[in-house]
């Protein structure tokens, strides 16, 4: 008789989510370093501050940050592993509010790098994205997307092996001094004027 046994599993990671839950509407969340599990919901304002030792892990699904507020910051992260759904826009963020801030991050072997859809007066600055490098160059996603989107402000991002950085339907946009390499285009306009 052959007796099996249970194989361990490995730990997960503890979620980010409570802790970003039990943060006080504008006070700061500074994480303990380590390896978080997404997916995080943002849904008042505040600042998440990594200091450059945390990591949040998506685990192959979905979107890792969803930015559904106004006025927060997220900074000095390592975001990773999001999902492959171009459909879904997974992404390291997604921003669906107006004055935020996402700087100083590191996004990698996220389908798309930062999205923003009808969001407004936004600064993105100062990360370094890259896709998904199994996929091939027109199934990778774009490293900043801007949707309907006016007055963000897209500066000194450095992406490698991602899509494009595109602009869609958008005016108004500051985009400047960010450095593109291994992509299709560095950066790609679609029916937008006055950026």
Not at 1 to 16: E, N
Not at 97 to 108: E, L
Not at 156 to 171: K, L, P, Q
């Amino acid at each position: 008789m052959l007796l099996l046994l249970p194989q361990p599993s490995l730990a997960a990671h503890p979620s980010l989510q409570k802790l970003v839950d039990a943060t006080e509407e504008n006070g700061t969340l500074i994480p303990p370093p380590g390896t978080y599990s997404g997916p995080v919901i943002i849904d008042s304002p505040m600042t998440i501050d990594g200091q450059g030792k945390v990591t949040i892990d998506n685990g192959g699904k979905g979107t890792v940050i969803l930015l559904d507020t106004d006025g927060a910051t997220i900074k000095d992260l390592h975001l990773t592993n999001s999902g492959e759904s171009a459909n879904d826009l997974d992404s390291g963020v997604q921003v669906r509010g107006n004055y935020n801030v996402i700087k100083d991050n590191v996004i990698d072997d996220c389908l798309f790098g930062v999205d923003l859809q009808q969001s407004n007066n936004n600064i993105v600055r100062r990360n370094s994205i890259s896709s998904k490098l199994h996929l091939g160059l027109g199934q990778k996603g774009d490293s900043v997307r801007l949707w309907y989107s006016f007055n963000n402000k897209i500066l000194d991002n450095s992406t490698i092996n991602v899509r494009d950085m595109v602009v869609w339907y958008s005016a108004d946009n500051t985009i400047a001094r960010n450095t593109g390499s291994d992509g299709r285009y560095s950066l790609h306009f679609m029916y937008s004027r006055y950026n």
